[in-house]
């Protein structure tokens, strides 16, 4: 194998600081950043960490692929049709081997919408079940979503769901590598996966790890469930190297400070409020400056305070 990116061995080395401000880093394409080869093999096409915008085309997660030697697997459809069709003009100025899977990381949108290139190029798509369910119930209103900002980019997407799904895991033996696609446990979002390449020592986390942007807490989001699948199945992978959903490749250290640190640190904060018999509106405000210079602070940290607050009030 032979050495890592020069890239990668800095944002190994140091947090990268990442901007809602940085312009487009690939202007002569509609993907935010172009891919990137992380390790031998696997390259990731790097969104933004704002939220979709016109500007950023709605890539504002990290569009993964595997050449396996023997076929390309992809990893997330994309927010749009226009995005997956230029990750596929990318895969395709790389490797002349066909993609022959694309797996989705999750339910939302930028996982999925991109979707309907792919089943137009007849590649099979794979997606935990919880997360067809998810697309399945909210597409529409995910669809309407992206069109508001996206607008004439909007053009040629329609819904796609997965064309297979798995509960557990999947093992894809495929060229040179064995692909571990794991259903975790509970954590950011039903039906997260996250994708491991256990000869590389790699994982394609997905939404399961944060580290330049504040991770979003939704209504279905248990932390304490995301924190007991990271302590007993996400640290247990060992991964040296970790894509996450958002945001530079990097190591477990960075991802489990921004990651499970920031939901210890949220949670004992909201504890102490309750134990302080403190209400919902204060709770919207409790300190999390330690996180403030993360990318979607602003939007999220609110939002997050809240919906912790609401989880452990009855836990």
Do not use: C
């Amino acid at each position: 194998m032979r050495s890592l990116l020069p890239a990668l061995a800095i944002a190994l080395a140091v947090p990268v600081s990442a901007s809602e401000d940085i312009a487009d880093q690939y202007p002569g394409s509609v993907l935010y950043q172009k891919p990137v080869e992380v390790i031998p093999h696997v390259w990731s096409a790097i969104g933004a960490t704002a939220p979709p915008t016109y500007e950023n085309s709605g890539h504002n997660n990290n569009l993964s692929f595997i050449v396996t030697g023997d076929g390309v697997v992809v990893v997330n459809g994309g927010a749009a049709y226009v995005l997956a069709a230029a990750l596929h003009d990318e895969i395709k100025a790389v490797t002349d081997q066909p993609v022959k899977l694309v797996i989705d990381e999750n339910g939302q949108g930028h996982a999925m919408l991109g979707n309907s290139y792919w089943v137009e190029q007849g590649v099979p798509i794979l997606a935990h079940a919880h997360a067809a369910a998810e697309f399945e119930e909210y597409g529409g209103q995910i669809l309407e979503g992206m069109k508001r900002y996206n607008r004439e980019k909007a053009e040629g997407t329609f819904l796609a769901g997965p064309t297979d799904t798995f509960e557990d895991q999947r093992i894809i033996e495929m060229g040179d590598f064995r692909i571990e696609v794991l259903s975790l446990g509970p954590a950011h979002s039903p039906g997260d996966v996250s994708v491991w390449l256990p000869e590389q020592g790699l994982v394609i986390a997905g939404d399961m790890a944060f580290h330049e942007r504040l991770l979003p807490i939704f209504d279905n989001t248990m932390t304490a469930d995301w924190l007991e699948t990271w302590d007993t199945k996400f640290e247990a992978l060992g991964a040296t190297y970790v894509i996450p959903g958002h945001g530079h490749p990097t190591n477990m250290d960075q991802v489990r400070r921004y990651t499970r640190d920031y939901l210890v640190y949220l949670r004992e904060q909201i504890g102490e409020h309750l134990e302080a018999s403190g209400d919902l509106a204060e709770a919207y405000y409790v300190d999390q400056s330690p996180y403030a210079h993360l990318d979607t602070f602003d939007e999220l940290a609110t939002r997050n305070a809240g919906r912790v607050y609401e989880q452990m009030e009855f836990e």
